[in-house]
C-alpha cells in the first residue's frame, strides 16, 4: 500500500548544509537508492510519471554562449535559425502532444530575455494551449517582475529557468549572465504565483562538488521548485562541451537520488539525454526517484527516444502517465500508458 502525499514535517527542510548534500552524494550506491526511494513512495504514486511535451517556438541565433547549447549564435553548429513560430503551428503541435497522452506543453525560446513584444505573442500561445486543458510551461530566459507578472496573469502554469550547475562551476559554462542574474528570475517567477521549475546539466566536466553545491542552491530555495530537471549534457557538434568525457552513469543517478532527498514533494525530470540512456539507466533513474520526463521524438533541437520506444518502456516497467492535479479538461486521446485513475475506473 502506498502512502503518498503524507507530510513528515521533518522531509521537507530548506536549511540542507553543504556537507550533508555532500555526504548524500557519497553513500554506498545502494543505502543512497534504498532512502531516496523510501522517500519517494512516501509522497507519490511510485509508478506514475509526468509526462511533458516541448516545443521549440523560437530556435537558435542565441546571443548568449552557454557553452553546452547547439542555439548560441556563438557556435557553429549547423543549426537553421526560425522565428517565433505562428500561434496556429503551435496549437497544432500541442493538440498533437497531447494526443498523444502529454499533459503538460512547454514552449522554449532561444531568448537571452524576451522583448514585451515577444511576450504579447507568447500569452496567445499560453491562452490557446490551456484552452485545450493541458499544463502550459515556458522557458524564454530572464525575466523581469512584470513579465512574469504578466505571465502568471494569462495562466502560464510553470516557468523553466535552470540554475544549470554549482555557482562555482558557472563561471565556465557561461559568462554572458551571472549565477545572480538566474535566482533573480527565479525569486520573480516565484513572487508571481507561477510554479518554479529549476534544475540543472550533469556531464559538462563538473565535479561531484559542484552537484553538492548546485543541488544545495535548488534546495535551499525559500521553497523549492515544483520541478527540477536534472538533465544529461546531450553532445553537440560545434559546441564548446562537444567531446567531453561523459558522466559515469551512477554519479548521473546519484544526483537524481539527492534531488529525491533534499526535495522530496517535487517533482524530478528524467530530462535531456534519454537518448543516450539504455533503458536500464532510465528505469534506475525513476527508482531513485525520477517522476517526469519529456515526451515526444525531439527535445527542443536535438533528439528524444522515439514515442513507441518509451510507450514499450512504460509498458516494461508497469510504469502509468501521472494525471495532473491543476489542468481543467486532460481531454486525453491515446495516453502513453493507462493512468492510475483509468485503470481503477476500468475494475
Ligand atoms: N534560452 C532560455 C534559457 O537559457 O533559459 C530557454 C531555453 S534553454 C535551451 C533551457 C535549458 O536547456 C538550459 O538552461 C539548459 O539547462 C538546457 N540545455 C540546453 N542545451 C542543452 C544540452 N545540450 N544538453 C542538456 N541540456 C541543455
Ligand atoms: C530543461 O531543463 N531541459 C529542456 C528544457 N528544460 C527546456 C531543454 C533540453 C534541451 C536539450 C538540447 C536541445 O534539444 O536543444
Ligand atoms: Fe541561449 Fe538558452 Fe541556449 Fe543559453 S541555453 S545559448 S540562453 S538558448
Known sequence: MHSFNVTAKSD??????????????????????????????????????????????????CPEDCKYCPQSARYHTGLKAEKLMDLDEVVRQAKLARENGATRFCMGAAYRNPKDRDLDKIIDMVIAVRGLGMETCATL??????????????????????????ENYYREIITTRSFQERLDTLENVRASGMHVCSGGII???????????????????????????????VQVEGTPLHGREGVDPFD?????????????????????????????????????????????????????????ADRSLFARLGIHAETPVSAGNPAQGTGIAESHEQRCAAT
Open 12 to 61: 521537507i527542510r530548506h536549511d540542507w548544509t553543504l556537507e550533508e548534500v555532500t555526504a548524500l552524494l557519497a553513500l554506498p550506491f545502494n543505502d543512497l537508492l534504498y532512502q531516496a526511494h523510501s522517500l519517494h513512495r512516501r509522497y507519490f504514486d511510485p509508478n506514475a510519471v509526468q509526462i511533458s511535451t516541448l516545443l521549440s517556438i523560437k530556435t537558435g541565433a
Open 141 to 166: 530566459g530572464m525575466l523581469t517582475a512584470a513579465q512574469a507578472k504578466r505571465l502568471a496573469d494569462a495562466g502560464l502554469d510553470y516557468y523553466n529557468h535552470n540554475i544549470d550547475t554549482s
Open 203 to 233: 556531464g559538462m566536466g563538473e565535479s561531484r562538488d559542484d552537484h553538492a553545491a548546485m543541488l544545495q542552491t535548488l534546495a535551499t530555495l525559500p521553497q523549492h521548485p515544483e520541478s527540477v530537471p536534472i538533465n544529461q549534457l
Open 252 to 308: 548521473f543517478i546519484r544526483v537524481i537520488a539527492v534531488a529525491r532527498i533534499l526535495m522530496p514533494k517535487s517533482h524530478v525530470r528524467l530530462s535531456a539525454g534519454r537518448s543516450q540512456m539504455h533503458d536500464e539507466m532510465q528505469a534506475l533513474a525513476f527508482f531513485a526517484g525520477a517522476n517526469s520526463i519529456f515526451y515526444g521524438d525531439k527535445l527542443l533541437t536535438t533528439e528524444n527516444p522515439q514515442q513507441d
